[in-house]
């Protein structure tokens, strides 16, 4: 099993446990994600985003083009306003060794650690868009309205999703 953390910081050489939220107790872990659910986070950091696999995308036609969504492996919505800064950011992707990490939450793909933790390597990524793509995953670009809807029909149909930095909505 392969676990990695993102960051728009290129020179992290180790990483401390932080505090979680509530809904893990206020301890503190250092956060990793699986490969399964990269793909989620190939976005600038603050973005807010929905993230679905292949098995809830017929969940979603007035959104997802049923033609083509077969061959996705998932989608991510993102509003408008983020599509060049999605276009042009530079990550950074840091791979763990997975010993220390217990997995928290089997949706997300979330695995934390509660010892100080050092990469085992770490590379660059540019156009993460062209990378989403090879991928087989879709970015799909909606206005903020649209997001709502789409996390209202989720919330309604399913609990396969997963919703980052929502937080970072400017309300309706």
Not at 14 to 36: C, H, L, T
Not at 90 to 109: H, K, M, R
Not at 139 to 164: C, D, G, M, P, Q
């Amino acid at each position: 099993m392969k676990l990695f953390h993102i960051s728009e910081h290129k020179d992290i050489d180790r990483f401390i446990p932080r505090r979680s939220k509530q809904m893990w107790g206020y301890k503190d872990y250092v956060w990793a994600i699986n490969e399964k659910r990269l793909p989620n986070y190939l976005f600038p950091r603050a973005c807010p985003r929905i993230c679905i696999d292949h098995k809830v995308i017929p969940l979603l036609p007035k959104w997802v083009d049923n033609q083509t969504a077969p061959n996705k492996r998932a989608v991510v919505f993102i509003r408008e306003d983020w599509e060049e800064e999605f276009k042009s950011c530079q990550l950074y992707q840091y791979e763990f060794n997975p010993t220390n990490f217990q997995l928290i939450d089997a949706i997300a793909g979330y695995y934390v650690s509660e010892c100080v933790e050092y990469p085992i390597s770490v590379c660059k990524i540019e156009k993460c868009h062209q990378l989403l793509a090879a991928m087989e995953v879709d970015v799909i670009i909606i206005n903020e309205a649209e997001l709502y809807e789409i996390r209202a029909e989720l919330i309604a149909k399913t609990n396969s999703f997963s919703i980052i930095k929502w937080n970072n909505l400017k309300m309706l």
